[in-house]
């Protein structure tokens, strides 16, 4: 199973993409950087969190994504 990175952003915006994703029946493995060094004590301040698919559903997913940065 081959995944592909398709977001990079803050918490709430990630939260929007995967609620459009989830619609459509794509749910994305979600890696939040930023609560992971919260929890070691430590602060982070850039591109917390990162949504992953498998490359498989890549094809349908594309347009809801474009869709979805377009209306940011």
Do not use: C, H, W
Not at 47 to 68: G, K
Request: aromatic content about 6%; charged content about 20%; cysteine-free.
């Amino acid at each position: 199973m081959a995944v592909v990175k398709i977001f990079s952003g803050s918490e709430i915006l990630a939260i929007g993409l995967q609620q459009k994703l989830a619609e459509i029946d794509i749910f994305p493995v979600v890696k939040n950087n930023m609560q992971a060094a919260r929890t070691a004590g430590f602060g982070n301040t850039g591109l917390a969190v990162e949504l992953f698919i498998e490359e498989r559903e890549l094809p349908l997913a594309e347009q809801v994504i474009e869709d979805y940065k377009m209306s940011l």
